[in-house]
């Protein structure tokens, strides 16, 4: 049982703290930043476990990117491609949904592709959330000059 960020040997109690948390192996250290960052963005747990997914399938996501204008709960900035969570998509009403929809357009407009996924799919089908969002990744990466 090792820290899947800096690979430290983790205690019985660690192990498992993380684990309930966030269903990955993080030392105390790495743990205090994942609640941290809830905490200061509102990050979805789903982001989380959406970037540790990402990162065991060997790709380099970036969790709370900010884009210029707002935090991105995940993002590939190479191949412009950024990843928002759908929390509250139940209580979407008219305003917000438009809200939404103006924010995927500007980020189209400067060249990135925003995926929103809802949440209940990353809890129910994580692995084929991350296998579905690598195949995304690489045709946007054969489809676009890599900066």
Known sequence: ???????????????????????????????KRMDKLIRQNKTPIEAIKLYYGLKQAGVHPMLEWWDGKK??????????????????????????????LEEIMHSFQNGFTTLRIPNMVIKHYLKETVNNILGIKEGLRANIKVI
């Open 71 to 100: 935090s991105v709960d995940i993002a590939f900035s190479r191949v412009k491609l950024n990843i928002e969570i759908d929390t509250e998509y139940q209580m979407l009403t008219h305003d917000q949904a438009m809200n939404d």
């Open 1 to 31: 049982m090792t820290c899947i960020e800096c690979k430290k040997e983790l205690s019985y109690l660690d192990h498992k703290t993380a684990m309930e948390s966030y269903g990955v192996e993080l030392c105390s250290k790495h743990k």
